[in-house]
């Protein structure tokens, strides 16, 4: 389902918009940092029930919508709907080498009728050091939460969330057991130490093989695009305290995040 509607549009390459509408590299938003699994979907569900806000069409949208789209026109391609997460990995990748600042270069050709979508708007969200570089110049307003969690706690989260776009298309691994198959990803030891990898094989144990090498590799995958170590480094020194909140999402509540995050906000949004 399309989100470029009546009160959110794709700025033209000319960049010329008119009235009511206004880049979103024009409103003071609210930005979430965070990769697969930091919790940024929970927490914004719960922040939900504290402060009103406006949430923006999220980044797997903008990424059919805008990233993948926009390739797929410019290769000579049918548009159509990707769904493996590590082929969309790639297309984001593509597009943040031709384009960069990946996903903050679509965000900010986009428009919207401030009529419709009443401020504070926040988007849900930016990932790794270019994402973040390429924001802070074009996004000068813009304010940053950014959530994290190790990447144990990332794939423990993936594997239980059920959500159906964590898809993946890999030769199956059907037989195998679970440590032998989640040494056969590639890159995986750039993200798993082998203590790790022994851990997730045993607590994984009663899940089927395949979904458990499927989900490791999106996060090896996605940390391979994306290290949010560095980003957060870069966010926070080059933005005052007051444009930047860190979170460790494994250490504390949906709830009591929400409530550091309203706290953080309260000054200029209450």
Avoid: C
């Amino acid at each position: 389902m399309t989100f470029l509607t009546d009160y959110l549009s794709l700025i033209p390459t000319q960049n010329e918009i008119s009235s009511p509408y206004i880049r979103l590299r024009d409103l003071p938003l609210i930005i979430l940092v965070g990769l697969t699994g930091v919790g940024k979907s929970t927490v914004t569900d719960r922040l939900r029930e504290q402060v009103h806000f406006t949430l923006l069409p999220n980044r797997r949208q903008v990424t059919d919508e805008v990233i993948i789209a926009v390739l797929q026109k410019e290769a000579g391609q049918a548009v159509q709907t990707v769904t493996d997460r590590l082929q969309r990995l790639e297309y984001t990748a593509r597009y943040r080498s031709k384009y960069p600042g990946g996903m903050a270069h679509a965000l900010s050709r986009l428009a919207v009728d401030i009529n419709k979508l009443p401020p504070p708007i926040f988007f849900d969200g930016l990932r790794g050091v270019d994402e973040a570089r390429y924001a802070i110049r074009y996004f000068p307003q813009a304010r940053f939460i950014v959530l994290d969690a190790p990447d144990t706690v990332r794939l423990n989260r993936l594997l239980n969330r059920g959500d159906d776009f964590d898809q993946v298309k890999l030769d199956p691994v059907a037989g195998q057991n679970t440590l032998p198959a989640l040494q056969t990803i590639p890159h995986i030891q750039t993200v798993f130490s082998e203590a790790d990898l022994q851990k997730i094989s045993q607590t994984t144990a009663h899940l089927p093989v395949d979904e458990v090498v499927k989900k490791t590799a999106i996060i090896v995958k996605e940390r391979q695009n994306y290290d949010s170590q560095t980003t957060r480094d870069y966010l926070t020194h080059h933005l005052p305290s007051g444009r930047v909140l860190l979170i460790d999402t494994a250490q504390t509540t949906p709830d009591r995040t929400a409530e550091q995050i309203k706290q953080w906000l309260i000054t200029d949004l209450l």
